[in-house]
């Protein structure tokens, strides 16, 4: 009869260990505040388009990117830059929801119809850049 009190109250405990740091998430959102903030499309032109790459990304896998990680952690990603650390500088794993990369390989298969769920490791993964072409590179391959 108390079991399923007892479980209501678990989750009530473990939902906030998994959801995102609002605080942290407020913070970084503040430390990012003096750049510039860049819509999608000049967000693709500065960082994804030569001269900042040799070859252009495909714009639908940038503007995905964009939108899913602004999705994920709630931060203003037209203030991100592709040398953002992941872990360090935007605290992806305090920000995010703890499944976050659980939610981007399904939402890429969605996409784009490629499973990356074996082969994405978010741990390998420094910075933005590193995610960009990560995914970039999976896109390619198939």
Known sequence: MWQPFRNFVSSLQTYHLLSPDLA???QVNRQLRSRPCLSCQEWFIRYWTP???PEALPSDLVEFTFNRLAAYSG???????PQDRLLEDLQFPLVCWFDWGLNLCGDFEQRFG??????????SLITVADLV???YQEFCQH
């Open 75 to 81: 931060l203003r990603l037209g203030q991100v830059q």
């Open 133 to 135: 072409e990560y995914l």
């Open 114 to 123: 490629i499973d990356i769920t074996d082969s994405f490791d978010e741990t």
């Open 51 to 53: 001269p900042a790459v």
């Open 24 to 26: 942290v998430r407020q």
